[in-house]
């Protein structure tokens, strides 16, 4: 129900746009964020933004991405630039959603991972 788009190559100093849209019903969408995860080691957060447009960065790509939401898409983008082999990683998005008004809570969905390689 998320798809993530926008994984590939990259050489060092390069860069990429991921976005993350959800389908279906959706009411309301209140956290957004992008982890990443390299084999063995755990998922980390990445970046999150919430439905004021407020955001946070984990310290090492603080500067260097960007993330983003169109809430009338439902999507989520993550704009990485002076990306270093260190990002090299699994990329996933995930999202905190209502899908209707009835709802009490929201749920969270992860999304299938994009595999982003830096490499020259």
């Known amino acids: 129900q998320l798809q993530a788009f926008g994984g590939g190559l990259a050489q060092p100093g390069g860069s990429l746009r991921l976005s993350c849209a959800v389908s279906?019903?959706?009411?309301?969408?209140?956290?957004m964020h992008w982890y990443r995860q390299v084999a063995g080691n755990q998922r980390e957060l990445v970046a999150g933004i919430d439905i004021t447009g407020r955001t946070l960065y984990a310290g090492s790509v603080k500067g260097r991405f960007t993330i983003s939401r169109d809430s009338e898409k439902n999507t989520v983008y993550l704009q990485m630039n002076s990306l270093t082999p260190e990002d090299t990683a699994v990329y996933y998005c995930?999202?905190?959603?209502?899908?209707?008004?009835?709802?009490?809570?929201?749920?969270?969905?992860w999304g299938k991972g994009t595999q982003v390689t830096v490499s020259s």
């Open positions: 995930s999202m905190n959603l209502k899908r209707t008004p009835q709802d009490n809570y929201y749920t969270h969905y």
């Open positions: 279906g019903n959706i009411f309301r969408i209140s956290l």
